[in-house]
T-cell receptor
Framework: GEDVEQSLFLSVREGDSSVINCTYT??????LYWYKQEPGAGLQLLTYIFSNMDMKQDQRLTVLLNKKDKHLSLRIADTQTGDSAIYFC??????????????FGAGTRLAVHP | EPEVTQTPSHQVTQMGQEVILRCVPISNHLYFYWYRQILGQKVEFLVS????????KSEIFDDQFSVERPDGSNFTLKIRSTKLEDSAMYFC?????????????FGPGTRLTVL
């Protein structure tokens, strides 16, 4: 089946690194995504990783993918108060004909404190 | 920067009433989606729409739900007879592509409250 699990809450001190973890079930997902939701706003694509990659770095963001364990993580270096938001992991199971829907986790609420 | 817009931001309705949630996707996008998030739960896929027809729908999307693209810009979700359990945040999304790399752009959501 299709399922994505992630922890619901993470609290970090400003300047520290944050690591948000996610597990997914569908190995057919070609791409895996991290979305960010700030209060009152929609989900915004933060980064993604292609399934044949182990790691992707994008400025302060590092995505690690362990395909064998179906485990995805998002590391935010030097976390700032502006990073406080809900982070959603999503898989996109491949289906014939395309039109890939996104399967989301419940979201991890990141709280950054001074 | 182009964005997906949704109206209204909050809709309150009585159980059994019909509601229409409206979305304006990004203008050059061809694929459209509705998702919902019940408070404290996961964001759930409802339906995808392409070329004026539904391409996939979830088990949640039963006969009470319908989608329409009435003109070249709007994309609507209708719930015919609302139930208490339809109370949720409804997100519209659109994408330029449908397969492989599929960046979906989301609207801010409509909070539906059914009393």
């Amino acid at each position: 089946g299709e399922d994505v699990e992630q922890s619901l809450f993470l609290s970090v001190r400003e300047g520290d690194s944050s690591v948000i973890n996610c597990t997914y079930t569908d190995s057919s997902s070609t791409y895996l995504y991290w979305y960010k939701q700030e209060p009152g706003a929609g989900l915004q694509l933060l980064t993604y990783i292609f399934s044949n990659m182990d790691m992707k770095q994008d400025q302060r963001l590092t995505v690690l993918l362990n395909k064998k364990d179906k485990h995805l993580s998002l590391r935010i270096a030097d976390t700032q108060t502006g990073d406080s938001a809900i982070y959603f992991c999503a898989e996109s199971p491949t289906r014939s004909g395309g039109y890939n829907k996104l399967i989301f986790g419940a979201g991890t609420r990141l709280a950054v404190h001074p | 920067e182009p964005e997906v817009t949704q109206t209204p931001s909050h809709q309150v309705t009585q159980m059994g009433q019909e509601v229409i949630l409206r979305c304006v996707p990004i203008s050059n996008h061809l694929y459209f989606y509705w998702y919902r998030q019940i408070l404290g739960q996961k964001v759930e896929f409802l339906v995808s729409f392409y070329n004026n027809e539904i391409s996939e729908k979830s088990e949640i999307f039963d006969d009470q739900f319908s989608v329409e693209r009435p003109d070249g810009s709007n994309f609507t979700l209708k719930i015919r007879s609302t139930k208490l359990e339809d109370s949720a945040m409804y997100f519209c999304a659109s994408s330029e592509h449908g397969a492989d790399y599929n960046e979906q752009f989301f609207g801010p959501g409509t909070r539906l409250t059914v009393l």
